[in-house]
């Protein structure tokens, strides 16, 4: 198989169509490196697609199956560097400390 060349790819833009994961993920690092110089976007959840297909087909419902060429049936992705801020869970309440002053003689 030929490698993908950038110029073949489409650009990564809202609407945008891929045939293969691969395709994507080319299409993916050219706009890292390229548009947004250098910030990495790591799979933060992801369901693949041979997994959502069993679950699929287990099912009572007929449905339709996802392309098992994407890799992911819903894939997640958030920057390496910053990603979701992290909510605190504490109160601003600090716990009272009491010292025991022990004086040898």
């Known amino acids: 198989m030929d490698p993908v060349k950038a110029s073949d790819l ?8 891929f045939k293969s994961f691969k395709e994507f993920d080319a299409a ?16 933060q959840s ?15 419902r007929p449905q339709k199956l996802h392309d098992e060429n ?3 049936a819903n894939v997640k992705y958030t920057c390496k560097f910053g990603g979701p801020r992290k909510e605190s ?8 400390q009491e010292y025991v002053l022990s004086i040898l003689m």
């Open 46 to 60: 992801s369901l693949t697609a041979t997994n959502e297909n069993k679950k699929l087909l287990s099912s009572k």
């Open 89 to 96: 869970k504490s109160k601003g309440i600090r716990a009272v």
């Open 28 to 43: 993916k690092r050219t706009y890292e490196d390229d548009v947004m110089m250098g910030v990495r976007f790591v799979i």
């Open 10 to 17: 489409p650009t990564l833009c809202l609407g945008a169509t």
């Open 70 to 72: 994407l890799k992911y």
